[in-house]
């Protein structure tokens, strides 16, 4: 390790924080981890684990959306299985019309729909992209091109057209291009960005070379010139699978509407709760999604439509709790970055996922509460040497006091503790003592620790000379520390002389 000054010395237990075991980065997941020679390939892809596996694998990580990873875990593995069964037998004819698993997530924010497929990818270590729909235009001139997401796909395993064959591409706000039924306006385009996206989800071939794009011709004439021949600048999509997903608010009411048309004793009821909500999604059929504003190709290309539930507050919970959970890890894992030691009462926790099932945002809320709380800390720790910090129901009433309590608190107990190792000394400050050295370094205007040491240079040496193993600092030590000691030594002295 870099011994230079200013670098901290990470110590054993930060070490261990460091160690713990922990979710890969959500935003860094997705490029598969390379073979031997760093480099992924197609022979790293897990296409041999069982649904069970996966699933298995999953619940270390994600919390209280049970079947909606039963039904992507089981999909995912069979899509991969049959791509398998296909690489090894060549022979096997095609079945013509054949539709892979491309699967449609529907839920609200932050309950787990990208984490989900993230952590899949992951697992399979196949390449992941995610893109959003509404950044995409019929013509892929303005914003991007739906085909820009399969380019990603191979510029992230540096250019392995092969095993980008085998990614996953999300599509996140997948609803925002339903048309709304009116013919005009951005609804054409809307359903244009469904058409051209059709042609992916099924197969394709997708040139590597953008058309208008100066650069990737540029490189493919250099590639040429290299090697001596035109290298491969096709992507095949036929094993790319597809994941989309969205809120799809107002989907409810339509599945609602269905069900009331139909009769079969259900009247419609006003859509109140959360439950409400589900209880509906559970009943969508395909015919909501193209009274959504989804052509019916469009759907028919998207055989595995599942829903995530929103999190209760235990749910919230159990995600701080889990040794897994990026919000609780990943913020451990900054304060060890400062050499600070962090910890959680259970109950802030509860009070946590409280607070953030207020915001309604899922998880993503519970990244926002705790920044709240413990960004002072982020903020002041670093710069003093508090080697530990424990988030009590305290800190969460008032961080502010809190923090400012800690930080003196760990001034004079650092203070006390260097003074006992080098002079073998106990020091203990007196209630009086301990306000005085805050409203004395207050007024000049420096830290506490500063104030401590300057004041109480002198007493390391005199303390020893008068042979003492205990003293208490008192108000009176403060206002004229010098002063003291030098009566003090005088007293002793005396005492000595006249014995
Ligand atoms: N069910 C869950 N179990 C555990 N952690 C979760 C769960 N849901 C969300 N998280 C945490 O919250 C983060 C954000 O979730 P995610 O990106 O999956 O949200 P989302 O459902 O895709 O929502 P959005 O529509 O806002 O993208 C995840 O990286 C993960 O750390
Ligand atoms: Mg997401």
Not at 206 to 230: C, F, N, Y
Not at 350 to 360: D, N
Not at 387 to 399: A, M, R
Request: net charge neutral.
């Amino acid at each position: 390790m870099n011994k230079d000054k200013g670098t901290f010395h990470i110590d054993g237990r930060i070490q261990e924080i460091l160690q713990e075991q922990m979710m890969p980065d959500p935003e860094e997941m997705g490029t598969p981890p390379g073979g031997k020679s760093g480099e992924p390939t197609v022979e790293d892809i897990r296409f041999d684990i069982t649904p069970e596996e996966l699933i298995d694998y999953l619940s270390d990580y994600i919390v209280g959306q049970d079947k909606a990873m039963e039904i992507v875990a089981t999909k995912i593995c069979t899509h991969f299985h049959r791509m398998r069964l296909e690489r090894e037998n060549p022979e096997l004819p095609r079945i013509v019309g054949n539709v892979k698993s491309n699967m449609l997530l529907i839920g609200p924010t932050g309950v787990g729909k990208t984490y989900l497929i993230r952590l899949i990818a992951s697992k399979l270590r196949v390449p992941f992209v995610k893109g959003d729909a509404t950044k995409f235009s019929e013509t892929g001139y303005v914003g991007g091109d739906v085909e820009d997401l399969v380019r990603e796909l191979v510029y992230q395993v540096d250019g392995n057209i092969k095993l980008a064959e085998y990614g996953i591409i999300y599509i996140d706000e997948i609803d925002k291009i339903a048309s709304s039924g009116n013919w005009n306006g951005p609804d054409v385009s809307r359903s244009g960005v469904q058409r051209n996206l059709l042609k992916l989800m099924e197969e394709t071939e997708v040139d590597m070379k953008v058309p208008h794009d100066l650069a990737s011709q540029m490189e493919a004439v250099i590639e040429t010139q290299r090697t001596g021949k035109a290298a491969r600048k096709k992507v095949n999509t036929r094993n790319i699978l597809f994941v989309m997903s969205g809120a799809f608010q107002g989907l409810p009411d339509i599945i609602s509407r269905r069900l009331k048309r139909g009769g079969m004793g259900f009247t419609g009821v006003a859509i109140t709760s959360v439950e409400d909500v589900e209880n509906l999604l559970e009943k969508q059929h395909t015919q909501d999604l193209m009274d959504y504003g989804f052509e019916s190709e469009f759907i028919g290309r998207i055989p595995v439509v599942t829903h995530l539930r929103t999190l209760d507050e235990d749910g919230l919970f159990r995600i701080l709790k889990s040794p897994n959970s990026a919000v609780i890890q990943g913020k451990r894992r900054d304060f060890a970055a400062y050499g600070v030691d962090l910890t959680f009462d259970d109950d802030t926790l509860r009070l946590i996922a409280k607070e953030a099932h207020k915001i309604a945002t899922g998880a993503r809320g519970l990244v926002s509460v705790v920044e709240k709380y413990l960004l002072p800390f982020e903020r002041s720790l670093p710069s003093t040497n508090v080697k530990k910090l424990h988030v009590t129901l305290d800190l969460l009433e008032n961080p502010d006091a809190f923090l400012k309590e800690l930080i003196r608190k760990h001034a004079f107990e650092s203070f006390t503790d260097r003074f006992f190792k080098t002079t073998g000394i106990k020091l203990e400050f007196s209630t009086g003592a301990v306000k005085a050295a805050i409203d004395l370094a207050a007024e000049r205007g420096v830290t506490l620790r500063n104030f401590l040491d300057d004041a109480l240079k002198d007493y390391e040496y005199g303390l020893k000379l008068v042979g003492k193993s205990k003293f208490i600092i008192t108000r009176s030590v403060l206002s004229d520390p010098k002063a003291y000691l030098d009566k003090l030594v005088k007293q002793s002295y005396k005492g000595k002389a006249e014995k």
